[in-house]
Nanobody
Framework: VQLQASGGGLVQAGGSLRLSCAAS????????MGWFRQAPGKEREFVAH????????DYADSVKGRFAISRDNAKNTVYLQMNNLKPEDTAVYYC?????????????????WGRGTLVTVSS
């Protein structure tokens, strides 16, 4: 699976962005999909996960109620809608694919990673 994230940019605090992650290669619908982020000097952290069929989602506490993950298996794409953005959301955002649903909050669970897209939130 090859993944390409897009949609990052510069936005003011309180604004919104929608990230997309386009997949190609093996059957996209067989994989759970996650979004992670990494700020300068910090470890990569879990943001959100969606199950292969889209029925189950989960979020980090820091983004719950502000971010929404979704997927369109017909388009081989997963999305991350980010609302009410805060300066602390500034990071490079990565999408990733995992063949298993267990341990989805851990980066080590994921087999495939996109190259990341930068989100910068100004105060």
């Amino acid at each position: 699976v090859q993944l390409q994230a897009s949609g990052g940019g510069l936005v003011q605090a309180g604004g919104s962005l929608r990230l997309s992650c386009a997949a190609s290669g093996r059957t996209f619908s067989s994989y759970g999909m996650g979004w992670f982020r990494q700020a300068p000097g910090k470890e990569r952290e879990f943001v959100a996960h969606i199950s292969w069929g889209g029925a189950n989602t989960d979020y980090a506490d820091s983004v719950k109620g502000r971010f929404a993950i979704s997927r369109d298996n017909a388009k081989n794409t997963v999305y991350l809608q980010m609302n009410n953005l805060k300066p602390e959301d500034t990071a490079v955002y990565y999408c990733a694919a995992a063949p298993t649903i267990s341990g989805y909050r851990s980066p080590g669970t994921y087999s495939y990673w996109g190259r990341g897209t930068l989100v910068t939130v100004s105060s």
